[in-house]
């Protein structure tokens, strides 16, 4: 499932497409119940069972019919002023971030950022988390809690939100303060391995929030995409163009890997100038 850019002032559209038999076997220029287009545009989709899910730049969530691209259900999110929203599919329910400012779900203003549980089949609310500062990455669940690291605030937080009781309001179990804006995050037994922009990737314990460990590179680490976590080894990407393999349990640095292209380049030099700008 993808999107595709239309010209001529049209909608985008989420197209299915079927890559052994290279053909699409549907589009669609999304709906909500009403009949209004739902989106100008979104951040991300997911598949889960026989539905598609989108966020929407809309401040939307879609869920969609995967073998005829009709809409089943929507809900409607708190009003986001910073990213579009990310969703990820977990355990029969979606976990959608952003970042805004709306009256919702008993929060009066909703001024920092949130993380919503919907049911995947039904689009109902199970709960929703507050947090200081607006997130940009999409949250992480897993053994019935929730992480979400923030992206304005300062300081700048990692989150752990447990899924269990019956509060619509949910507030962190523990946080941890970050050294620069949070990016992407990974799992793994009593570990949540965590990026963020100056460059330091943490190891939390997941019971308790504190330190177990954080390594150091020049730039920062899992802005593109979340560390990955196998055989007791943590991998980890870096805009100083370096791949990086760590101990999961010391994190010690086993090896790393050359891999700037000229796109990682110009982000990296971006960073080096924007670090010099705040110093």
């Known amino acids: 499932y993808m999107g ?3 010209q001529s002032g049209e909608p985008p559209r989420l197209c299915a497409y079927d890559p052994l038999g290279q053909r699409v076997l549907w589009t669609a220029a999304v709906l909500n ?6 989106w100008r545009g979104w951040k991300m989709s997911a598949a889960a069972g026989d539905m598609v899910f989108v966020a929407t730049d809309d401040d939307q969530v879609l869920a969609l019919r995967a073998q005829e691209g009709t809409t089943f259900w929507s809900f409607e999110l708190p009003r986001s002023s910073f990213h579009s929203p990310t969703l990820t599919v977990a355990g029969g ?5 952003g970042g805004g400012k709306a009256g919702f ?18 689009g109902d609310l199970m709960w929703i988390g507050v947090t200081k500062g607006k997130i ?3 949250a992480v669940a897993a053994d019935g809690r929730v992480y979400v690291g923030d992206h304005e605030s300062h300081p700048w937080q990692l989150y752990c939100i447990k899924e269990d009781g019956l509060r619509r309001l949910r507030t962190p179990c523990w946080k941890y303060q970050l050294e620069g804006h949070a990016h992407g995050g ?3 037994g009593n570990t949540a391995y965590w990026g963020c ?12 929030g504190q330190l177990r460990w954080r390594f150091h590179a020049e730039g920062s680490l899992a802005a593109r995409g979340a560390p990955c976590v196998v055989g007791g080894s943590v991998f980890v990407g870096c805009v100083d163009g370096f ?37």
């Open 4 to 6: 595709v850019q239309m």
């Open 33 to 38: 119940p009403t009949g209004r287009r739902a």
């Open 93 to 97: 329910r979606i976990y959608v971030t």
């Open 105 to 122: 779900v008993g929060a009066s203003t909703l001024s920092y950022g949130y993380v919503v549980a919907l049911d995947c089949t039904s």
């Open 136 to 138: 940009a990455h999409a």
């Open 186 to 188: 990974a799992v793994d």
């Open 197 to 208: 922009y100056r460059g330091y990737l943490y190891a939390i314990d997941t019971q308790t």
């Open 243 to 279: 791949i990086y393999g760590l101990d999961a349990g010391t994190g010690a640095l086993r090896w790393k890997c050359f891999m700037l292209d000229d796109e990682a380049l110009s982000l990296a030099e971006g960073e080096r100038a924007d670090r010099k700008r705040r110093s």
